[in-house]
């Protein structure tokens, strides 16, 4: 079974940090993917990576940035954390191939910014 | 909007009786995926159907697709406790897109 780890179920941190969230998947997959739920807006895509040091801007990536210096690892950014980036942040991977396939998500993180 | 429009939002039912999710989109697709959310933790892939199936069987689980009507239905048959969740449709044309959820609550 493909496995997706996020490193916080749980993160507290203050306005104004730099927040780091990291994600690892275990199957090599070449796509990965960050998105944030918040009730009544659905998931949102932030921010996802066809490869290894690609990245694409999904719906809503102001506030944020990513990193993917390894094919197994994706790093969302907030670079200064603010109240309205209080979410959950969910992770997902997924294998390249044709006629469509699903993505693997991870347990999410629940961030809270004080 | 483009994502999928799941209804009802909310459906309550007992166990052994189904539930039946409907799922609508305005965009032509590629395919359409149905994932399940238990609380607090991440989104689970149920089945991903194709725009040239019209129906999939997996467990109890039945998904139709009418890209006519730009619908799809899933149908948990025989519900149980343990499928209390939240489903989401997601419709894949370029990006995935995901809907805004039905919560099923079964009732032992």
């Known amino acids: 079974d493909v496995k997706v780890t996020q490193s916080s179920r749980y993160l507290v941190k203050r306005t104004g940090e730099k927040v780091f969230l990291e994600c690892v998947q275990d199957?090599?997959?070449?796509?990965m993917f960050w998105y944030r739920q918040d009730p009544g807006l659905g998931l949102r895509l932030i921010y996802f990576?066809?490869?290894?040091?690609?990245?694409e801007k999904g719906d809503i990536p102001e506030g944020y940035s990513v990193s993917r210096e390894k094919k197994e690892r994706f790093s969302l950014i907030l670079e200064s954390a603010s109240t309205n980036q209080t979410s959950m942040y969910l992770c997902?991977?997924?294998?390249?191939?044709?006629?469509?396939?699903?993505?693997?998500f991870g347990d999410g993180t629940r961030l809270s910014i004080l | 909007s483009q994502q999928g429009e799941e209804d009802p939002q909310a459906l309550s039912i007992q166990e052994g009786e189904n539930a039946t999710m409907n799922c609508s989109y305005k965009?032509?697709?590629?395919?359409l995926q149905w994932y399940r959310q238990n609380s607090g933790r991440g989104l689970v892939h149920l089945i991903l159907?194709?725009?040239?199936?019209r129906e999939k069987h997996s467990g109890r689980l039945r998904v139709t697709l009418d890209t006519s009507k730009k619908s799809s239905s899933l149908l948990i048959t025989a519900s149980r406790a343990a499928d209390t969740a939240s489903y989401f449709c997601?419709?894949?044309?370029?990006?995935?897109?995901f809907g805004q959820g039905t919560e099923l609550s079964v009732k032992p």
């Open positions: 997601a419709i894949q044309g370029g990006k995935l897109i």
């Open positions: 159907i194709r725009s040239n199936e």
């Open positions: 199957m090599d997959h070449e796509n």
């Open positions: 965009t032509s697709i590629n395919n």
């Open positions: 990576s066809y490869d290894v040091k690609m990245k």
């Open positions: 997902a991977s997924r294998n390249t191939g044709g006629g469509g396939q699903p993505q693997h």
